[in-house]
């Protein structure tokens, strides 16, 4: 809601005047995925991959290619590819990817990409859907799931409904067509989100063609399953039904008498979007009651379809500056409704937060304003519902198992992969396992390079550097392992080239 209040963001660079090339087909290679293999469908309120296993979409948006930049942002400050390393070490299994209609227009190019000192070299002389490429498939090696979200019909802004002057209901289907085509066959674009944020005069169940929501994603819906039918057909809800409102797209109450049906079946995930007072203010959270008022609002906008197992709910976008107490509560007691991981596993709601930008005036990002450093207080509120088996500390044991009371072997293993090397830098991840006999309630790595390496940015863990041996300990939510579970932490470091130390783990 409110939506001339969102995104101020930075100003654009003067697009690159780079050499147009021919339309490439979208790679379609991709590694064994941590976050689900293969394609995804429903079952219930559940996500289920390809064998039938339950997964949790559990991730951020990363903006950008909605923008005139046409392209994420954030590229004239980092390699793509170190972006993405950081995005899965930090935990997120899924990346929601927001566009606009104009970087379907033939030889749309993107802008605001550094090239120096061998960032971003794979990108140079290429179409915005190019880069969208070369991003969904090295996403798809690190085994992160990609969301593509038509977030406005242009980069000017967004739009309350789907179509515009502009740009009519026949381009919005028609480009959504050709992103289906695009990416079939290639599991790691799991869906498409088909609007942002409907909203006022937008109406769900109201039989007017030109403004009702539902009808309007049950023809763009039945479209891209047409090309390509294995995709998830997310759909977000409007702003008001029946004299109630609420956030734009965040109104899903239409769903009980007017469900979305398509022509595939299992394929429909409702998303709501619900934000904290950095956004703009709601009644709610000036009642008295509140933070314990906030579980009966979400049940009544949305929270009602997962818990009668009527369909998945993915919260698309949330977000804070984090700044004022009202968030803080706001934001805890959300994390907390959206069902805590180790308690239900992927038996919950769905998420991708907002955002992994920093430049999102009102909410501000996972990253802080260096692009390179994690904001460790705010990403600590989404800890306990990232991924089972993806996010940080979730991995091995049994997160709620004390450990021997009794005593017993404390000890630790870490393993070191370099994720990007990019010459004048590099990304590293390294995966600590507790390998004793009991829990652990801190760990501490540490390494010596034989060149001149020095750490740049260390995310999910502090360091110590002393010449060439760096000591990295746990932050505070991921020190404590169960036995035989397992944590992560990346870093950032120059120059790249060099060859992977030997590294020790000490537990206590």
Not at 258 to 275: C, E, F, I, M, T
Not at 413 to 425: E, F, K, P, Q, R
């Amino acid at each position: 809601m409110f939506r001339s209040l969102r995104r101020a963001l930075c100003a654009a660079a003067a697009a690159l005047l780079l050499p147009l090339i021919p339309l490439a087909a979208a790679p379609q290679a991709q590694a064994a995925d941590a976050g689900g293999a293969g394609y995804w469908h429903t079952s219930g309120r559940q996500i289920l991959d390809a064998s039938g296993q339950p997964v949790r979409v559990a991730g951020i948006n990363w903006f950008g290619f909605e923008t005139s930049n046409n392209v994420v942002h954030g590229l004239w400050a980092r390699d793509y590819k170190s972006m993405i390393d950081q995005i899965r070490t930090t935990g997120y299994n899924t990346l929601r990817i927001p566009f606009s209609d104009d970087i379907l227009k033939p030889g749309a190019m993107p802008g605001s990409i550094d090239f120096s000192a061998g960032k971003n070299a794979d990108l140079q002389g290429l179409t915005s859907l190019q880069v969208l490429d070369k991003i969904v498939g090295y996403a798809g090696q690190t085994g992160v799931k990609v969301i593509l979200d038509r977030h406005r019909p242009d980069g000017a802004g967004q739009s309350a409904l789907w179509y515009t002057a502009a740009v009519p209901e026949s381009t919005w289907i028609a480009n959504l067509k050709s992103v289906a085509g695009r990416y079939a066959g290639n599991p790691v674009v799991v869906g498409i989100d088909l609007h942002n944020e409907p909203h006022d005069p937008a109406c769900w169940g109201c039989g007017d063609t030109t403004r009702d929501w539902r009808l309007a994603a049950q023809r763009a819906g039945n479209a891209v399953l047409s090309v390509n039918p294995n995709l998830l057909i997310f759909v977000e809800g409007v702003q008001t039904f029946d004299g109630v409102s609420g956030w734009w797209g965040g109104n899903l109450m239409g769903v009980a008498r007017y469900p979305v049906q398509l022509d595939v079946p299992n394929r429909v995930v409702y998303s709501a979007h619900d934000y904290a007072t950095s956004v703009a203010q709601q009644s709610w959270f000036s009642d008295p009651a509140f933070p314990a008022n906030m579980p009966g609002i979400w049940d009544k906008y949305w929270g009602y379809i997962f818990k009668q197992n009527i369909a998945p709910v993915w919260v698309g976008e949330f977000g804070t500056t984090l700044q004022s107490t009202v968030d803080q509560k706001w934001l805890a007691a959300l994390v907390d409704y959206l069902r805590p991981t180790s308690t239900y596993g992927a038996d919950s709601f769905h998420w991708t937060f907002w955002s992994w930008n920093p430049n999102s005036g009102d909410t501000g990002g996972i990253l802080k304003d260096d692009w390179q450093t994690v904001d460790t207080v705010k990403d600590g509120y989404l800890t306990s519902v990232k991924a089972p088996g993806f996010a940080p500390g979730t991995g091995g044991g049994d997160p709620g198992d004390p450990g021997d009371p009794g005593g017993g072997t404390a000890a630790c293993t870490a393993a070191y992969t370099v994720g990007s090397d990019w010459g004048g830098g590099f990304n590293a991840d390294v995966k600590v396992t507790n390998t004793g006999t009991t829990a652990i309630g801190s760990w501490k790595v540490t390494w010596t390079w034989p060149g001149s390496q020095k750490v740049t940015s260390m995310w999910n863990a502090s360091y110590t550097q002393s010449g060439s041996t760096v000591t990295a300990t746990n932050a505070a939510h991921n020190g404590a392992l169960a036995a035989g579970g397992s944590a992560s932490f990346g870093f950032g470091a120059a120059p790249g080239g060099g060859s992977v130390p030997s590294v020790s783990c000490t537990a206590a």
